[in-house]
């Protein structure tokens, strides 16, 4: 049977993994040792399935993996950066995104140059799931409604907006009062602002995707690889 202390001290070097005070003090109890050789286990064991993940969507890429394109600085640099921010994250999908984006820097003029590129992993480091799902179903509303006759961008989004957050609210699991500050944080990564070109004061809870973010999507969609 096993120790019901490994059991608690597992559970706390899980917990305190990224605090070396506490860390520090649970090496002192009888143990620990066990519970930290499992830690890592679990830790490699995941950083494994993480890298797996980004390398079957890597080889699905239709820019082909040559000798002289492995030994450029650019692709090495390119590639550690997306391999470093895959393995951090906790969702396999945004894995996958990584993959997709390390191949879509391949293509000519995708990109000014490698900031560019580091910027945009960083973007999209930075951002939940939820929080791209948000802005790709807005982008979806922007594309339908593009076609439509209105005096200005800002009759054009209220056209749509109650539509739009019905559906944010819904399908994302987001309360109808967390709406627009959820919205209002998604300011922060450049891939959304409020100023709607026009009158963007009076409609302080409207907002449209940027460029930045056509960018994103053309990179990261199952098809751009």
């Not at 286990?41 to 399935?49: L, S, V």
């Not at 550690?80 to 990584?98: G, L, N």
């Not at 594309?143 to 054009?156: G, H, L, Q």
Request: aromatic share 12%; proline share 3%; net charge negative.
């Amino acid at each position: 049977m096993d120790d019901p202390n490994d059991t608690i001290i597992g559970s706390l070097a899980i917990q305190y993994s990224k605090n070396p005070a506490i860390k520090a003090l649970l090496k002192l109890i009888p143990g620990w040792s066990s519970a930290d050789g499992l830690l890592q286990t679990r830790a490699d064991e995941i950083k494994r399935e993480r890298l797996r993940y980004f390398f079957d969507e890597l080889a699905k890429g239709k820019i082909p993996l040559t000798e002289d394109l492995l030994q450029s600085d650019d692709f090495l640099h390119c590639y550690f950066k997306a391999a470093q921010a895959a393995v951090k994250s906790h969702r396999r999908e945004k894995v996958e995104m990584f993959a997709r984006m390390l191949c879509g820097s391949l293509e000519s003029r995708r990109f000014s140059g490698i900031e560019q590129y580091e910027e945009l992993v960083d973007v999209l480091d930075s951002m939940s799931l939820r929080e791209f799902a948000a802005l790709k179903l807005l982008r979806d509303f922007e594309i339908t409604y593009a076609a439509k006759k209105y005096e200005n961008d800002v009759e054009r989004i209220q056209a749509y907006w109650p539509e739009f957050k019905e559906q944010a609210c819904r399908s994302l699991g987001i309360e109808s009062d967390e709406f627009d500050p959820f919205m209002e944080r998604l300011q922060r990564t450049g891939l959304y602002t409020r100023n709607t070109d026009a009158f963007w004061d009076s409609s302080p809870r409207f907002g449209k995707t940027t460029r930045q973010f056509e960018k994103l999507c053309s990179l990261v969609q199952e098809d751009a690889a």
